[in-house]
């Protein structure tokens, strides 16, 4: 059966992230799973110098029953209807995440925001995780609400609860023509139907790619190629626009990379996709430039979907 997997440290962003995960699950109507995996940096029994190892260890596991049983009552209270699962895992972090994801639909991490600045400070085992996972990973910054995923005005908290005409904010994706991903844009698509939110593509082109940065500016050719972008991005959605009617669709190719446009757009929207290549290399996967800076600067929730 399809699950929701969200790895929980005590952090708040990894509180953030299991309420955000919780919605989700209710939303596709699946079960969710708690997962805690390794040491916690939010675990108040780090081994101490003088303390035994065993004893160490034995707190830790005590801390991190407690931990997943609080937010699987917390969550309860709020979902009533939620199947609920919580999981201890002795491998360290990465590895314990990266294997809880094979067998679920979605994995959900957190974030740590960049203190008064809205934003993502990436850590070591999220993007080894992001970087490597099989499956969809969605980061959510510590502060998340769920109001943040709804239009001003609008009943958000209410509405993460039960059915509602409660308006979503847009769904962003970042689209490349060149290797845009069927699972990328079909995972854009779904979310953004399951919501009935809009849907904003963006694509980045740069015209010196094509004449070479020391080549003259030209207009006539710039405007010629802008043409041809634009016409590309359209025909490349339109069997998606198909597929999903019902899904409003607002597209823009912008010049210059794609990651600044999209860290604007998530200021107003309820969830940035962007891509990431499988790379079946020996020394694992990389995330590229542009879901990178997505990831550090991005102030919605952030789902990077693995492709071919």
């Known amino acids: 059966m399809p699950t929701i997997t969200v790895g929980l440290d005590g952090s708040p962003e990894s509180l953030a992230a299991a309420d955000w995960a919780a919605r989700e699950a209710v ?14 940096s939010g675990s108040p029994y780090p081994p101490f110098p003088g ?12 801390w991190a029953a407690h931990l997943l049983r609080e937010a699987e009552s917390r969550l309860r209270d709020r979902h009533p209807g939620l199947r609920i699962t919580a999981e201890q895992s002795e ?50 910054r510590a502060g998340e609400h769920a109001a943040d995923e709804y239009l001003p005005g609008a009943a958000g908290a209410a509405a ?14 970042g689209l490349d023509l060149e290797e ?9 698509f779904e979310t953004a139907a399951r919501r009935a939110a809009g849907l904003r593509v963006v694509h980045g082109w740069n015209p010196a790619a094509v004449y070479g940065h020391a080549a003259a500016p030209d207009s006539e050719l710039d405007a010629e190629m802008a043409e041809e972008t634009r016409l590309g991005l359209h025909a490349l959605l339109r069997p998606w626009r198909d597929k999903f009617p019902g899904v409003e669709v607002r597209a823009q190719a912008v010049i210059g990379s794609a990651g600044r446009h999209l860290v604007h757009a998530s200021r107003d929207a309820s969830l940035v996709v962007v891509g990431r290549k499988r790379r079946h290399t020996l020394v ?8 990178h800076a997505v990831l550090q600067h991005a102030s919605a929730p952030v789902a990077v979907v693995p492709h071919d």
Request: proline letters at 7%.
């Open 91 to 140: 491998k360290q972090a990465a590895p314990a995440l990266l294997a809880g994801a094979e067998d679920t639909e979605l994995l959900v991490l957190g974030s740590r925001g960049l203190g008064t600045v809205a934003g993502f400070l990436v850590g070591s085992v999220a993007l080894a995780v992001v970087a490597r996972s099989e499956r969809p990973v969605v980061l959510v």
């Open 51 to 62: 303390v035994p190892a065993p004893d160490a260890i034995e707190a830790e596991r005590d």
């Open 27 to 40: 939303q596709r109507e699946v079960p969710l799973r708690l997962l805690h995996a390794g040491a916690s």
């Open 160 to 173: 993460a609860t039960a059915a509602s005409s409660t308006p979503y904010r847009d769904v962003v994706l």
């Open 180 to 188: 845009p991903g069927d699972a990328v844009v079909e995972f854009a």
């Open 284 to 291: 694992g996967g990389r995330v590229g430039p542009v879901t």
